[in-house]
């Protein structure tokens, strides 16, 4: 196996306080909750970790705390990823030398480039590092989608180059990837609510927002499937959909942050450019919680 990260790993949230800085504390509290929630894996400043408006140096001290904390219960991931090559490079070395056990590296957004352009991108990231990288996948926000080919080509070339974050609802995308690319080369969901079609056409298991609140169900769901038991794994799917799909009801991760506040683990504060719900988003993302309680009681 390329990477060994296990099957259910959390693009955990960033923690601000009300002056906007990174709550270090509350970094530790939601790394011990979700490695005792059914996390394999936690992925560092991804884009639920509100990425974009994180700056380099405190990526790699949540990343430090993080491992800190609980580095030796669950693998870590960090998201190194950039639309400058050079980047890209240098903040993926940077990751493998404070310790983390695997790259997250995004598919070059805003410029757009050439499936050519794409090869030479991971190919330089590849070649930077000993971690294994798994690349991101995620066109609604990149402006591109990568191809199949791209992917078997470089995971082919590169023995780092070990799983994808595919997301995308193009299911014959995923099945494409699954013929095309080596069997080691693993297969995760990007969107909680397309895990389970994407492990019935080889997918292995998913980067998830929702596993903060339900990662013992998430786990469970992945287990009930790759034991045999679909109508179980189906009736979990069936459960957690409207939970998996309120936590994007507004940018993600602000849905989360609140429905966190709410089950009092933090405060839902975002940093600009994103916003606090709305007071009808709250009441319908608590509607969401309650009825999902009262569903698995």
Known sequence: MRINIGEVVTAMLTPFNQNLEVDYHSVEKIANHLADNGSD???????????PTLTHEEELEILKTVKNTVGSRVKIMMGAGSNCTKTAVEMSKKVENAGADAILSVVPY????????LIEHFSQVAEAVDLPVMLYNIPGRTGINMTADTMAELAEKYSNIAAVKQSNADLDLVTEIAIKTPE???????DDSLTLPMLSLGGY????????????????MITSFKNGDIERAA???????????????????TPLKAAMQEEGIIEDTVRPPLVKLSDEEKKKLKEVLDSYKAVVK
């Open 41 to 51: 894996a936690i992925l560092v400043a991804g884009t639920t970790g509100e990425s």
């Open 110 to 117: 805003y410029n757009k480039p050439s499936q050519r352009g």
């Open 235 to 253: 009736g979990i799917q069936h459960k957690t959909y409207p939970l998996f799909k309120v936590m994007f009801i507004a940018p993600n991760p």
């Open 205 to 220: 298991g998913v980067i998830s927002v929702a596993s903060h609140l339900v990662g013992k169900k998430i786990k469970e």
């Open 184 to 190: 080691d080369f693993l297969i995760y969901s990007g």
